[in-house]
């Protein structure tokens, strides 16, 4: 299955110079910092990782998943200083690419330019339906919609194809990303669980019954279209 656009060949020549290396990072590594600057920005080509938030006392809010294809970073390239942090979730690989030429891929490249823009308009999106889940959906939906989405969206990216599908988080990261506690996300796995819907092994979530977590959480999926790789 196709996932990512093709190239036109001048943008292919450009994204040749832009690139200036990759980056193999391990698990658990920060990869950006919440407000500090990186003259990097990143595209995912293997791996997982999770965007996050700290209040000062150490609670922290995980505000999404990335995974290949996601840009890592723009938000610093564009104001200054990232806003958010960035964890690698597993060993990853990046691709990385110099800030400072970003203005010309906007200057003499539109259809990149069209693509980052697509890029940013779906964050926008993700962050809407996550903050459907948080302001509307009861606990158990929460977690259905969260567990399918991130399942959903590595599938499409053919991030794991074991079946039964893994991701690999742990309870931890779901209370933190839907805003639960600890003991208040263990109890709502478990009905999951009893449910059939997923089981837990080795640390990770096994996805059981996609169909039936998409029924739960009232979602309807991902849309069927190409998306940019920058």
């Keep these: 299955m196709k996932t990512f656009r093709d190239f036109t060949k ?20 920060t990869v950006l910092m919440e407000g500090h600057h990186s003259a990097h920005l990143y595209t995912v080509l ?44 597993s060993p990853m690989l990046l691709c990385v690419f110099e800030r400072d030429q970003l203005s010309e891929l906007y200057r003499n490249h539109p259809g990149l330019a069209f693509d980052i823009t697509w890029i ?24 259905a919609y969260l567990i399918s989405f991130i399942g959903s969206r590595a599938h499409v990216v053919g991030l794991n194809g074991m079946q039964p599908q893994q991701i690999p988080i742990t309870q931890q990261h779901l209370a933190d990303t839907l805003g639960l506690s600890l003991v208040h996300t263990n109890k709502t796995i478990r009905k999951l669980a009893d ?20 029924t739960l959480a009232r979602w309807e999926g991902l849309p069927d279209t190409l998306r940019p790789l920058v």
């Design 120 to 143: 940013a308009s779906r964050e926008e999106q993700i962050l809407d339906e996550n903050l459907l889940s948080l302001g509307r959906r009861s606990a158990i939906e929460r977690a």
């Design 10 to 29: 001048e943008e292919l020549a450009f994204v040749s110079r832009f690139k200036r290396g990759e980056l193999a990072v391990d698990r658990g590594a």
């Design 195 to 214: 449910r059939k819907l997923i089981a837990w092994r080795d640390g990770a979530c096994e996805i059981r019954d996609m169909d039936g977590l998409k």
């Design 46 to 89: 293997s791996g997982w990782a999770f965007r996050y938030k700290l209040l000062p006392d150490g609670r922290r809010q995980i505000l999404n998943y990335m995974m290949p294809g996601d840009l890592v970073g723009l938000q610093g390239s564009l104001l200054g200083e990232m806003q958010h942090s960035v964890e690698a979730l």
